[in-house]
């Protein structure tokens, strides 16, 4: 069974992978998502009704701790890396009017 | 013998005894690297300064006597997807071009309270998505033991630099062999430990649920000291374990009467090259030879580890690296009209075509309609693979088999095309889906010089018996 990727789905995985892909990227885009799924494709032949997913190998739960701060301030070590600060704080494009 | 010749633990025990000073391994290390860089490239980033800082400061400890860690002094290599404090941390990606975090990675702090001295960072496949270290942003790094060839990946750039001797030993990590499979085809050392045995924090994530940090070295006893200093539970990764059985150097033993090994079948089948597979069973028959009992044996789902591996492998990625949106760290596009335009313009620009093709492919596979047909299945898939290794190690203590199924590829051969070079890691990723422990032990070269390397995988917590195993086949094989 071949996967077909249409124009809608490929717009739909930019989107939510967040990526501008061309028209050239998409068309490759298609390509190789259909061969990968193909190839995932085989693991439909087992049976695995009944059987519990399994997010994690070992037998451990959600760990809970006291919500307590133990680092010190580091605004202008972390703002160091921001592309762009002003004020003690990260500057973003516009995102209303 | 030269100092660049020693072990890790040999230089640690020189060092201790004050007949090496620690500046004079950082001299050699780095003697290396100026010849030898321009050819191999191992590294993305050398950092003398922080070197000979992190030297003087180690040396005084070592003369105070504060410091008497095995490995006090001894130089490391980083590989360059762990935070480092002040030096630049890029994954090989674009995207993370200009990042200098504000903290270390757990792995690297223990190392360095052991003394360690980090020489610079090691290149690797963009955010560790690739098998033969050719996907980084910052070129390709070479095989020492023939320039022609890849070192293979992702932690390639750390195989290469403990190869070359440009290191006494490196970090690396391993989300689908990306320790084992360089380890072999450089003709090193390397171990991926069990999941939950070295914390994960500051490692920048891949796929959280399979990345481990492990050393590459030059000897199975130099792996076992390494991968003892940085075990341990940490507070910071709510997936690390608390074990008490790190003392790794206990299990080097010169013994395998009657460890139990068992050989799958299906590693030996289509797709193997035979050069390999004469070197790995001549291995396999020198260990029968020492006492251990060697016998074939049919592990189940074999073939469907990649399509399982490659399905969580992305879907994790895709949320993980959702984070490098240009806001807060990294690059930034340059034009854009809005914060959208923005986000998707920085991260094609930003992340190579290995690094998007997985964040699609993941992105789809959790997509609504899709989630339960291909994330879910290969979530109940991954069990199944657990429970047949867990039957596999009721009757075995070891499994054995290759750890690639040809040595490393010539430069430039592999990321045509993709698929080919998933199934390169056939042998490797069943260990990151069962959480289990592996290590790559150099076995024998091939008509062009080449190494080979083998595989031990043991059950969750075994990390002595495959060291123990890996030990003592390595005195059985003598010098590489």
């Not at chain 1, 006291?66 to 592309?83: F, S, W």
């Not at chain 2, 290469?160 to 450089?186: F, H, K, N």
């Not at chain 2, 074939?296 to 990625?317: M, S």
Request: net charge negative; proline share 4%.
């Amino acid at each position: 069974m071949a996967n077909v990727i249409s124009d809608e789905t490929i717009e739909y995985v930019g989107i939510l992978s967040k990526l501008k892909l061309d028209d050239a990227q998409k068309e490759q885009a298609k390509k190789d998502l259909e061969e990968m799924l193909d190839y995932i494709d085989q693991l439909g032949e087992l049976d695995t009704d009944g059987v519990e997913p399994m997010s994690h190998v070992h037998p451990v739960s959600n760990r809970f701790r006291e919500d307590v701060v133990t680092n010190g301030d580091e605004r202008e070590k972390i703002l160091k890396n921001a592309p762009e600060e002003r004020d003690g704080a990260f500057v973003v494009p516009r995102t209303f009017d | 013998m030269e100092l660049k010749q020693l072990s890790a633990l040999e230089l640690g025990k020189k060092i201790a005894a004050g007949e090496v000073k620690v500046k004079e391994a950082v001299d050699a290390a780095f003697a290396v690297s100026d010849a030898k860089e321009a050819d191999i490239h191992s590294y993305i980033t050398v950092d003398k300064e922080g070197a000979y800082a992190a030297a003087e400061k180690v040396q005084q400890a070592i003369d105070r006597g504060e410091l008497k860690s095995p490995l006090a002094g001894v130089p490391v290599a980083i590989k360059d997807n762990m935070c480092t404090e002040g030096l630049l941390t890029t994954c090989a990606s674009k995207i993370l071009c200009n990042f200098v975090p504000t903290y270390t990675a757990t792995a690297v702090e223990k190392l360095e309270a052991a003394g360690a001295v980090i020489l610079g960072k090691t290149n690797m496949d963009e955010f560790a998505m690739g098998s033969t270290t050719e996907t980084s942003a910052y070129g390709v790094t070479r095989n020492p033991r023939n320039t022609a060839h890849v070192p293979g990946g992702s932690s390639g750039g750390s195989a290469a630099a403990v190869a070359a001797e440009e290191c006494w030993y490196a970090l690396g990590s391993d989300t689908g062999g990306s320790i084992r499979q360089p380890a072999g085809y450089c003709g090193v050392v390397g171990i991926k430990p069990t999941y939950g045995t070295v914390s994960r924090y500051g490692l920048v994530a891949y796929g959280s649920s399979l990345d481990q940090i492990g050393p590459l070295a030059k000897d199975v006893s130099d792996a076992a000291a390494v991968l003892e200093a940085i075990s341990g539970y940490d507070d910071k990764d709510s997936t690390s374990i608390d074990r008490k059985d790190t003392n790794f150097t206990a299990a080097l033993k010169d013994d395998v009467k009657g460890v139990r090994i068992g050989i799958p079948r299906d590693y030996f089948g289509e797709g193997l090259d035979s050069e390999v597979a004469a070197a790995v069973r001549k291995a396999a028959d020198e260990l029968k030879a020492a006492g251990a009992v060697v016998e074939e044996f049919d592990l189940a789902l074999v073939k469907y580890a990649i399509p399982t591996y490659y399905t969580i492998a992305d879907a994790e990625a895709s949320s993980n690296l959702e984070r490098f949106d240009g806001i807060k760290y990294g690059y930034r596009t340059e034009d854009y009209t809005d914060l959208h335009d923005m986000y998707k313009k920085t991260r094609s620009e930003g992340f190579g075509p290995e690094v998007q093709r997985r964040i699609m492919l993941g992105s789809f596979v959790l997509s609504s309609g899709y989630y339960d047909a291909y994330y879910l299945k290969a979530l109940k898939v991954k069990a199944l693979i657990k429970q047949a290794f867990d039957d596999a190690f009721k009757k075995y203590d070891v499994i054995l088999g290759p750890v690639a199924p040809t040595t490393a590829p010539r430069l430039g051969e592999s990321l045509s095309d993709p698929m080919k070079m998933y199934l390169g890691d056939i042998y490797t990723i069943s260990a990151n889906l069962a959480g289990i422990p592996g290590v790559s032990v150099p076995c024998g070269k091939d008509a062009g010089g080449l190494p080979i390397g083998m595989q031990l995988f043991g059950d969750c917590f075994k990390e002595d018996v495959i060291i123990r195993t890996a030990y003592t086949y390595e005195k059985i094989r003598g010098e590489f």
